[in-house]
């Protein structure tokens, strides 16, 4: 086209900055435009009030006697060789705008010739898809870093695993049941359980819940891998993650599910008072009653009296709403797996592998 310079810019309400530039742009202009002059832009002022989508010369945007008392024109623009040009605006958001910048010497003739507006024009719609897929794409990548991150806080194991059974993802909790050799491991890229028989399922079950299979076979499931150590099983639940019947296994997966029936949470007194409101002697009544203790030796324990503990324990019931032990350990013992941090969840997993 004749241009000297050509760059991609965004516009917010802090900056005004190239983003990508063409190859020959002297790299001290394009520093110099980011740090100082793409502030004082008088294209980009006019731009702000332009329709997206139109390739419009630098003439129609500013009057020669803006351009040429300016800062901006006789500072950056002319040294550099970008008195003149074409601009178009391709993505405007609520507070931000991409736009095109088309730059070149300053001539007798006017740079935006018609034959050069209409070539701008003809790849403004490129731009304008391109920018579109890379929001899209990094919109997309945001969103999974999020649901990873998700899967990688919870504390029982999560695997996803492929129709092909290559494991795709494994979160903390999943990778530490992997890693103690009981019951769980990876061979070739493969999620795999002790034991022929439950191998054998879990595999079964992965390729129906990633890939489909007749109309009266249930996708997924539950099932319990063995453990060698005598350990009491794991408990694992298929769920199918695919929309539905597919002959392309490689594009399917399912989502792995694992529980450790030995894995028992160790709560914090400061966590219970917080949780239901309890005063400190309440809170470790009712630590002790999930940990299994009776009465009695919670009375000898903290050398209180059992109609003492009696009564701590009758408040506890009243501030969760419960009114059996049994009730009351279920409600704790849900309330600390909700509460504890990612590591702790790791770190007491390990302990106990």
């Given at each position: 086209?004749?241009?000297?310079?050509?760059?991609?810019?965004?516009t917010?309400r802090?900056?005004?900055?190239?983003?990508?530039?063409?190859?020959?742009?002297?790299?001290?202009?394009?520093m110099?435009?980011?740090?100082?002059?793409g502030?004082?832009?008088?294209?980009?002022?006019?731009?702000?009030?332009m329709?997206?989508?139109?390739?419009?010369?630098?003439?129609?945007?500013?009057?020669?006697e803006?351009?040429?008392?300016?800062?901006?024109?006789?500072?950056?623009?002319?040294p550099?060789?970008y008195?003149?040009?074409?601009?178009?605006v391709?993505?405007?958001?609520?507070?931000?705008m991409?736009?095109?910048?088309?730059?070149a010497?300053?001539a007798?003739?006017?740079?935006?010739?018609?034959?050069?507006?209409?070539?701008?024009?003809?790849?403004?719609?490129?731009?304008?898809q391109?920018?579109?897929?890379?929001?899209?794409?990094?919109?997309?990548?945001?969103r999974?870093a999020?649901?990873?991150?998700?899967?990688?806080?919870?504390?029982?194991g999560?695997?996803?695993?492929?129709?092909?059974g290559r494991?795709?993802?494994?979160?903390?909790?999943?990778?530490?049941?992997?890693?103690?050799?009981d019951?769980?491991?990876?061979?070739?890229g493969?999620?795999?359980?002790t034991?022929?028989?439950?191998?054998?399922?879990?595999?079964?079950?992965?390729?129906?819940?990633?890939v489909?299979?007749?109309?009266?076979?249930?996708?997924?499931?539950?099932?319990a891998?063995p453990?060698p150590?005598?350990?009491r099983?794991y408990?694992?639940?298929?769920?199918?993650?695919?929309?539905?019947?597919?002959?392309?296994v490689?594009a399917?997966?399912?989502l792995?599910?694992?529980?450790?029936?030995?894995?028992?949470?160790?709560?914090?007194a400061?966590?219970?008072?917080?949780?239901?409101g309890?005063?400190?002697?309440?809170?470790?009544?009712?630590?002790?009653?999930?940990?299994?203790?009776?009465?009695?030796?919670?009375?000898?324990?903290?050398s209180?009296?059992?109609p003492?503990?009696r009564?701590h324990?009758?408040?506890v019931?009243?501030?969760?709403?419960?009114?059996?032990?049994?009730?009351?350990?279920?409600?704790?013992i849900?309330?600390?797996?909700a509460?504890?941090?990612?590591?702790?969840?790791?770190?007491?997993?390990?302990?106990?592998?």
């Open positions: 086209m004749g241009a000297t310079g050509c760059a991609l810019l965004i917010d802090e900056r005004n900055v190239i983003t990508s530039r063409s190859a020959g742009a002297d790299p001290a202009a394009v110099a435009y980011n740090d100082h002059y502030e004082l832009d008088i294209v980009v002022a006019a731009l702000q009030s329709p997206a989508g139109r390739a419009l010369p630098f003439k129609l945007l500013a009057t020669p803006q351009f040429a008392g300016s800062e901006f024109y006789n500072d950056w623009s002319l550099n060789d008195g003149d040009g074409l601009g178009s391709l993505i405007r958001g609520r507070d931000s991409a736009w095109l910048a088309v730059a010497k300053t007798a003739d006017p740079f935006g010739s018609p034959e050069r507006i209409a070539l701008v024009q003809a790849l403004v719609g490129h731009l304008q391109a920018i579109r897929t890379q929001v899209r794409l990094t919109d997309l990548d945001r999974n999020d649901l990873i991150a998700a899967l990688d806080s919870l504390s029982d999560v695997a996803i695993v492929g129709g092909d494991l795709v993802h494994m979160n903390p909790a999943a990778a530490a049941m992997v890693a103690a050799a019951g769980l491991g990876v061979r070739s493969h999620l795999v359980a034991g022929e028989r439950a191998d054998s399922t879990l595999g079964r079950m992965v390729y129906q819940a990633s489909g299979g007749p109309a009266d076979v249930a996708a997924g499931g539950c099932l891998i453990r150590s005598g350990r099983p408990v694992a639940r298929v769920i199918p993650l695919g929309t539905g019947v597919s002959t392309d490689a399917q997966s399912a792995l599910v694992i529980a450790d029936p030995e894995r028992e949470p160790e709560p914090e400061d966590t219970l008072r917080r949780l239901y309890l005063t400190k002697t309440e809170a470790e009544v009712a630590r002790r009653v999930l940990g299994g203790s009776g009465l009695r030796p919670i009375a000898d324990e903290m209180l009296s059992l003492t503990i009564s324990l009758q408040h019931f009243l501030k969760t709403g419960t009114h059996r032990q049994a009730e009351l350990v279920r409600l704790l849900g309330g600390l797996a509460t504890r941090r990612p590591e702790e969840r790791r770190g007491r997993h390990r302990a106990g592998s």
